[in-house]
């Protein structure tokens, strides 16, 4: 199916979509390079890499690149990798955030090595690597205040100066740190910094901060603690602690990778992991952001972190993206050296060259007018005569039953009066000429019925007897072929139709707040829909190419036999890229 248009001819797209979970991208990049030789030249045995999320929101596709990164090159090269929450901050943190993070690395296809583990759960080697490095002299307890410290600092172009702290005794510093501990100061009078070089021209290496004070209960550790450590001091220790080989992060870690280096090398850790940076996923027309999606949910702007216009992994699941579309993206794009901005038209080419081939064929008629076969009773014995279709034309998924009656539904958009319409430009149907009903009779529109204000209500059309799955007769030519849905076996279903969030390409660097760029219509939610029978069964969550109108799935959570409802996940051709 070509029906790819513009979106970016070239693209390295993986074209092996194997069902297997997890289907690494076995593509050579920088990482699996340096991988490779460190394999070789036996400076480790196996790899083990991790995936370390904050649980501070919902994962959204740039995290689903850093999954398919770190779990695809254990894969790849028969390591392992971790999922370990890097939980420092309690006051942004929340055990829903975890739940939700586990269900989507685990629904993208990814199983973790052993248990999930925490930063947290190394909260006490931490501590005691603190007190280490103070009876080393490399850490002190400062009093200066925030306002303070950044005046010290310097900027990046003058060096910082030396806080009055610094020169504390160990015994001081120990003991101060000890009362930190049991909670006898205030939240932000106190800090553990690092000794390192108030003028080294790497603003993290100027006495950055180990622990702060943070009087809060945390989602794992309770009460315990009321001293956290920062992000530094405690994310290559995490890896140390787990013999990571390669900790893989993106390049906004790159001028932090001295700090991890020093404190690797200040501290008694059990290994000596390497850290390597890449490009960070951008996808235009959206934001990656956690602090921004976190805003358009705190402002109720989307119906939650799951809200199918998210680009969060668990609404684009809502949305009926496949996990298999998503890895491919991923895996298709390169791990670079610079962050990137990938047209969001290249993720829906995924989605739709998976839905083509996976998912079943069905009809749904979104803006219904009625269309009365006069003629039924003369060829049909009986109210239905029942059609039968393929469920996909290329792949033997079985069969569909289509009840076929006198009253059915059809598209108002497939329906003209204008006799003088080219056959070339409409084929559908048209006053006084033929069209074929899908799997079924091909018909001639005969007269149509309006109310009062002229609008139609009702198409008289006639079938032409012998035309299911057979020509019809000689001088007879359909102009095309529509969908119809029978309107007394039929049912009734919702169907909801998304557009993209933003109306501006990035809508994190327009001049204004990204939230001047929301588009007012991304939703439409369309509730007199009329579906075949068959797809009132579906489960939650299966998806249906709805002929001639796009890809859709049943709602995860609100279709129901009684009350079918379906969510657009995307059209069958890109229509954004052809100029608008
Ligand atoms: P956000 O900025 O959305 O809050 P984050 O980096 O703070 O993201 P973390 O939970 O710290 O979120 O990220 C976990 C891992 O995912 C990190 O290793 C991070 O580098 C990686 N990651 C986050 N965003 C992206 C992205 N857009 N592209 C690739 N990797 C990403
Ligand atoms: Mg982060």
Redesign the pocket.
Known sequence: MSNHKSATPGIPHNSSSSDTAGAGSKVSNFISQIISEDLQSGKCQSIVTR????PN?YL?I??A??ICVNFGLAEQFGGQCNLRF?DTNPSKEEQAYVDAIKADVKWLGFQWADDVKYASDYFDQFYAWAQHLIAEGKAYVCDLTAEQASEYRGWATEPGKDSPYRQRSVDENMDLLERMKEGEFDEGSRVLRAKIDMASPNMNLRDPILYRIRKQTHHQTGDKWCIYPSYDFAHGQEDAIEGVTHSI??LEFADHRPLYEWLLEHLPVPSKPKQYEFG???VNYTV????KLKQLVDDKVVDGWDDPRMPTISGMRRRGFTSQSIRNFCNGLPISKSDGVVDIAQLEFSIREDLDKNAPRAMCVLDPVKLTISNFSEYIGGDVETMVAPAHPKTDMGQRQLPFTAELYIDRADFSEDTSLSRKKFKRLVLGDYVRLRSAYVIRAEEVIKDSGGNITQIIATLVPGTVGENPPEGIKPRGVIHWVSATEGKKATVRIYDRLFNHESPDKGESDFMQYLNKDSLQVLDNCWVEPGLVEAEPESRFQFEREGYFVADRYEHSSSGPVFNKAIGLRDTWSKGS
């Open positions: 995936f370390p999320p904050e929101g959204h740039g995290h690149k850093a890097d992060c993106t960070r996923l951008n990656t952001s956690k602090r």
